[in-house]
């Protein structure tokens, strides 16, 4: 605990002198140097990373660093209620038994290989994770994980980490996958439309490979269960296990849930139409669907908003992105940006590479939140010096959502799995046991997504 403590304290007092030695002024110094501090206290102390943002804010805002006004301003609280108004529709949606019932409808396959089981699971957890955050997918897919392998006395192990993989790569996909495509769509201009024609294809591809890479590597693996298997497709234990019969709650609530993501997707179209300011509806949406769906259930609004709703997750990001939007209002982030451009010049495929790679690798031992907050002003930066962002936009997005699966501790879904799997089953994966395939899949992934930007010019 003190090594640590010693040594953010010491790395974030040397980036601090080290900006004042290249070019930084003092508050500029003082602000990177706190910057600093909040993003390696929440790597250090995970735990504390609350009190280090909300720590580090207030001292940003005693050295007038930045105002209390534009701070607020910074705070990105478009993002915010866009999540808060989604954690509402998505635990209806689970409370309702929707994601149950979705998985037992594909796995009452005929003639169930483990192969077969195998990729239904994979696809399952990408799509999941597409329609809604990250951790309710993996907590859905995990509770269904653990159910089959007891049922098979397999190791649930392969299957976990595969689906974890599914979820990080599915995350990509749309707005809704994960707080950082809704904080780079808010920040870049991009539409849910955007995301469907440019990161939608990248990750399918992705996924397909992936999962023909693992296929591959758990072969034996997945041999047993198809030994498994046999005679469990007309066992009425088996098919009792993955059925799940949908109510009047389920079908309503999945109504609600299907308007909302329609009305979601063709919100740009709704802007024009309205004449009202871009990426306005993205926003709002959710928050008028979450009031309809506290209508609905009235019974348990009170409960959707103190237990479902994210609120330790929540704080944290506001106070990270008002840092990071103190980086973007000092200039330290047009700083950083002209040092990029002088030192590998403004060319975007370049830039697209440094900032996919850069930001996967950060990404696999940093939460990738933390790492695109990073990133943002740096990238915004760059469109004075006359740099294409768009591709920089994906290469981030990609990135950040490839690049989870390096590490056991690379993205929250990650972190959740692992965690529900130690509770549950008192098993614990081994560092190196995800890395060696981890290290495979997040390479491969970001080698595919940057060879789609640089072809595609997305």
Known sequence: MKVKVLLLMLISLFVGLLG?????????????SIFSASILGTLFFWEFRLSFVFVGSGILLLAKVIDLENFI????????????????????????GFFMWLISRVLRVKNLTGRKLFIILMFISSLLSGLMDEVTSIITMVTVILEISD???????????????????GSAQTVLGNPIGVLIAARGKLSFEDFLINALPVSLVVLVITTFLLLIWYRDYIK????????HNENKFFLQLISVPSDRKTKISMIIFGITVLLIGLHRRLELLFGVEENTLLILLPIISAG????YRH?????????????????????????????????????????????????????????????????????????VSSYIPVIKSLSALHVSLTPLWWALLFGACYGGNITIIGSTANIVAMGILEKQKNIKINFFEWFKIGLIVGILSMAISYLAIIFTQV
């Open 292 to 295: 309809l769906v506290m209508v």
């Open 20 to 32: 004042y030695e290249i070019g930084l002024n003092p508050k500029q110094s003082i602000a990177i």
């Open 224 to 231: 047993d269960i198809s030994k498994k298997l046999k005679g």
């Open 151 to 169: 049922f098979l006395d397999v190791n649930p192990v392969p299957l976990l980490i595969s689906s974890v993989f599914a979820t990080n790569i």
């Open 73 to 96: 301003k910074f705070a990105s609280l478009d993002v915010i209620l866009f999540l808060i108004g989604m954690m509402i529709v998505i635990s209806m949606l689970k409370e309702a």
């Open 299 to 371: 019974d348990k609004a009170r409960y959707y908003v103190e237990h479902e709703v994210e609120w330790n997750a929540l704080l944290f990001f506001l106070f990270l992105f008002a840092q990071a939007g103190v980086i973007q209002a000092s200039g330290i982030g047009s700083f950083i940006a002209e040092k990029i451009v002088s030192l590998i010049g403004n060319h975007p495929n370049i830039l697209s590479f440094v900032v996919l790679f850069s930001s996967g690798f950060l990404s696999g031992t940093l939460d990738n939140v933390v790492v």
